[in-house]
């Protein structure tokens, strides 16, 4: 939720090795961070803290899973990733290795995908190595009535392997 | 002038002679009781006590304050009231710890410190607050297996045991570790 961005981030864990000359904590063992209603599950989780706060925090799992309620009349936004990364201030996620992110039946899965939290926005990339793509489902009922019933067109496939979504089904394809 | 000095003589060595085998403290061992309460006084004590130690180039290491310092021979140990050690790394970084009470194990240069513990890491304000810690003066670590607390500006880390490396500024807490960073205000 918007007002998330305000709550204080709890996190528990098993173990934690803060670096104070460095200037960050790394938490190991059932890690479990909370900040309103998002919420990341991993196995290691690594804050980085300025003087003031903690402005960047890097999550690692196999996978890592976060999950966050964007907004009240919406369901709950499922990411996971191997490496979710946070960068609080700009109130973006980017998660890397065998991403995905699910809301509602819907589901973009690629090698790196950025949410923009604030403005609700979904960047899914696949790395040009490697012969994966994008993929992105949206069911039926996540579409408007008019193209449930006629207009079956299917969507642009992007040029450069990246496509955008809003959570909660439509595509931008580029 | 013969004759009075031979009685001085005579009676320097009756005094000798007495002093020889009377002792009026009694042999401890012959008394335990005694023995006992002497070992559980300090042997010398010292107020308002300042030490400081310096490494092989000239730079300060360390340094131990207290309000008091009894000495005890028996431990070779100093039992410490408000004892305030810094520990200095030699690039102008330093960290001071204080306690209401202390115990310093001078041979093995342990301090242990006990009731209202604090540490404090002097460049980032970060504050280590616990009832007991064992801080090796001569690796420059620090154990605490009781709860700590570590506070910078409003965050809050919690966990039921400890130890610090002070030289390279790391502080290991576990197990069941709690954290709380609030948002700094716009």
């Given at each position: 939720l918007p007002e998330d961005r305000q709550e204080p981030i709890r996190i528990t864990a098993d173990k934690a090795v803060r670096d104070e000359k460095n200037g960050f904590t790394v938490y190991q063992g059932n890690v479990m961070m909370q900040q309103g209603t998002l919420r990341i599950d991993a196995?290691?989780?690594?804050?980085?803290?300025?003087?003031?706060?903690?402005?960047?925090?890097?999550?690692?799992?196999?996978?890592?899973?976060?999950?966050?309620?964007?907004?009240?009349?919406?369901g709950l936004?499922?990411?996971?990733?191997?490496?979710?990364?946070?960068f609080k201030a700009e109130e973006r996620v980017l998660l890397k290795r065998n991403a995905s992110v699910e809301q509602d039946g819907s589901r973009v899965a690629g090698d790196s995908i950025e949410y923009f939290i604030g403005q609700q926005l979904i960047r899914a990339d696949s790395s040009a190595s490697?012969?994966?793509?994008?993929?992105?489902?949206?069911?039926?009922?996540?579409?408007?009535?008019?193209?449930?019933?006629?207009?079956?067109?299917?969507?642009?496939?992007?040029?450069?392997n990246s496509a955008e979504e809003e959570p909660g089904g439509t595509t931008d394809g580029q | 002038m013969q004759r009075t000095a031979l009685p001085i003589a005579l009676a320097l060595f009756l005094v000798l002679l007495t002093s020889l085998y009377w002792n009026p403290g009694g042999d401890p061992a012959a008394d335990?009781?005694?023995?006992?309460?002497?070992?559980?006084?300090?042997?010398?004590?010292?107020?308002?006590?300042?030490?400081?130690?310096?490494?092989?180039?000239?730079?300060?290491?360390?340094?131990?304050?207290?309000?008091?310092?009894?000495?005890?021979?028996?431990?070779?140990?100093?039992?410490?009231?408000?004892?305030?050690?810094?520990?200095?790394?030699?690039?102008?970084?330093?960290?001071?710890?204080?306690?209401?009470?202390?115990?310093?194990?001078?041979?093995?240069?342990?301090?242990?410190?006990?009731?209202?513990?604090?540490?404090?890491?002097?460049?980032?304000?970060?504050?280590l607050a616990t009832q007991a810690m064992t801080l090796n003066t001569r690796k420059n670590t620090a154990i605490s297996?009781?709860?700590?607390?570590?506070?910078?500006?409003?965050?809050?880390?919690?966990?039921?045991?400890?130890?610090?490396?002070?030289n390279s500024e790391r502080i290991v807490m576990s197990p069941n570790?709690?954290?709380?960073?609030?948002q700094a205000r716009p």
């Amino acid at each position: 939720l918007p007002e998330d961005r305000q709550e204080p981030i709890r996190i528990t864990a098993d173990k934690a090795v803060r670096d104070e000359k460095n200037g960050f904590t790394v938490y190991q063992g059932n890690v479990m961070m909370q900040q309103g209603t998002l919420r990341i599950d991993a196995t290691k989780v690594t804050v980085f803290h300025s003087d003031k706060e903690a402005d960047r925090i890097k999550a690692e799992g196999s996978p890592a899973h976060m999950r966050e309620q964007p907004q009240a009349d919406k369901g709950l936004m499922h990411a996971r990733a191997e490496v979710i990364e946070y960068f609080k201030a700009e109130e973006r996620v980017l998660l890397k290795r065998n991403a995905s992110v699910e809301q509602d039946g819907s589901r973009v899965a690629g090698d790196s995908i950025e949410y923009f939290i604030g403005q609700q926005l979904i960047r899914a990339d696949s790395s040009a190595s490697d012969s994966g793509r994008v993929e992105v489902v949206i069911p039926a009922s996540a579409l408007p009535n008019s193209q449930q019933n006629g207009d079956q067109s299917t969507p642009s496939t992007p040029s450069d392997n990246s496509a955008e979504e809003e959570p909660g089904g439509t595509t931008d394809g580029q | 002038m013969q004759r009075t000095a031979l009685p001085i003589a005579l009676a320097l060595f009756l005094v000798l002679l007495t002093s020889l085998y009377w002792n009026p403290g009694g042999d401890p061992a012959a008394d335990p009781a005694i023995a006992q309460r002497q070992m559980t006084l300090p042997r010398t004590y010292v107020e308002e006590v300042r030490s400081w130690q310096y490494a092989a180039n000239g730079n300060l290491k360390e340094v131990l304050e207290a309000d008091r310092a009894e000495y005890f021979t028996g431990k070779d140990a100093s039992e410490l009231t408000q004892p305030r050690f810094y520990s200095h790394d030699g690039n102008d970084r330093s960290w001071s710890a204080s306690a209401d009470e202390g115990t310093f194990r001078h041979r093995a240069g342990i301090l242990q410190l006990r009731r209202q513990v604090r540490l404090v890491n002097d460049q980032t304000g970060g504050t280590l607050a616990t009832q007991a810690m064992t801080l090796n003066t001569r690796k420059n670590t620090a154990i605490s297996r009781v709860p700590v607390t570590v506070t910078q500006n409003e965050s809050i880390l919690r966990a039921d045991g400890m130890t610090a490396d002070l030289n390279s500024e790391r502080i290991v807490m576990s197990p069941n570790v709690e954290t709380t960073y609030v948002q700094a205000r716009p």
